[in-house]
């Protein structure tokens, strides 16, 4: 099966776009453009250094470039605190800009770099993958992991400018497509239930769309709710459960599997609470059956589900003890209390262990 985008070689199929309140698009820039535009000066580079092959030649010798092995367990205070170092080893002003390259994972901790170093400098993202570009470079959040815990110190600091070029996606190995297929299957669970009517070849064929969509829906809600007080937390929808599975399994389980995994339990959960009609659940169902990969659980994991889940659960600084969760219905998503946490992870368990 092809999971690529459809992308000539030749085509710009690029978007660059700026945001906070306003949002503009444009097919007129390529990354190759911007990135020779910049003055060296002024720019410091933070890229995952899955893409030395590639960018080695073209930035090196005439930037300053942090090369990140982009990894959860490597997105630290101990790597915040060295790309620090090297800011104010080469005294980048707070004029100056920070650009990074990569996946959520990269733009997480270059972005928290960016807000505290000298209470902020600019902040430009070129985001490489599916979830980068729908999630991680809208809205603002920064974040690093603490304890292995994900994004527990973190702050709100929205980018000054998004370069999307479609083309970093041709770069990418299947499984990182399909984590992003994940979060773009999440991002239409929410906000457009017509996607699910679509044959799955339509969508791998006109993926910079729906691309464009999710970044939209994204940047209409963050515009409402940047400080994920209110409906920004819809977002959340499969999240609760999939940093558990990442936590319990060391990152053995990728993000984007983890939150399909998530997801398939969270419409499970719909289901069994009559949220959700059966031909829905299916319809979703089986888009995650078609772009996602199929994790389980070992027996080892439910175990430690069982033993440390609600310490997990409750560290996630969305949690209180009485847990506000996002279910699915037959139109989008809601609300639902789950009266402890307890009540949460036995029901996770419960459907983990036989489906
Ligand atoms: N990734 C969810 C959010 O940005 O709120």
């Not at 007080?229 to 558990?244: Q, S």
């Not at 984007?256 to 949220?275: I, P, Q, Y």
Request: charged share 25%; with cysteine; net charge negative.
């Amino acid at each position: 099966m092809v999971y690529k985008p459809y992308c000539e070689d030749n085509e710009l199929d690029s978007v660059i776009m700026k945001y906070g309140l306003t949002t503009s698009y444009t097919t007129e820039i390529i990354f190759d453009d911007f990135v020779l535009s910049q003055q060296p000066s002024n720019t410091f580079y933070i890229i995952d250094d899955y893409f030395k092959p590639l960018l080695e030649k073209k930035i090196h010798q005439i930037n300053e470039v942090y090369w990140f092995n982009a990894t959860e367990s490597n997105k630290t205070n101990i790597t915040a605190q060295d790309i620090l170092d090297q800011l104010f080893k080469v005294n980048l002003k707070r004029n100056d800009v920070i650009i990074a390259i990569g996946g959520g994972i990269t733009l997480d901790i270059a972005a928290f770099c960016a807000s505290i170093y000298k209470r902020g400098c600019k902040l430009v993202f070129v985001p490489t993958t599916i979830i980068g570009m729908i999630d991680a470079s809208v809205g603002g959040k920064t974040g690093i992991n603490y304890n292995n815990v994900k994004n527990q110190i973190g702050t709100f600091y929205p980018a000054d400018k998004v370069i999307i070029d479609i083309n970093f996606l041709k770069t990418l190995p299947d499984n990182e497509i399909k984590n992003g297929y994940t979060e773009l299957i999440k991002m239409m669970i929410i906000s457009e239930r017509d996607f699910f009517k679509r044959d799955p070849d339509y969508i791998i064929n006109n993926l910079s769309l729906y691309i464009q969509k999710a970044i939209s829906y994204k940047l209409d809600i963050c515009t409402y709710d940047l400080t994920d007080i209110g409906i920004r937390r819809t977002l959340n929808l499969g999240h609760t459960l999939a940093h558990l599975f990442e936590t319990i399994s060391d990152y053995r389980i990728s993000h984007g599997d983890a939150v399909a995994m998530g997801l398939r339990l969270d419409l499970k959960l719909s289901l069994n609470k009559g949220f959700i009609s059966f031909e829905n659940y299916n319809n979703i169902l089986s888009y995650l059956r078609h772009f996602c990969n199929n994790i389980s659980l070992t027996h080892e994991e439910l175990e430690q589900i069982k033993l440390h889940g609600k310490d997990i659960i409750s560290a996630d600084k969305k949690n209180n003890e009485d847990i506000v969760y996002v279910l699915i219905n037959n139109e989008t998503v809601e609300f639902n209390n789950f009266e402890s946490i307890d009540e949460l992870i036995n029901e996770t368990l419960l459907i983990a262990t036989y489906t």
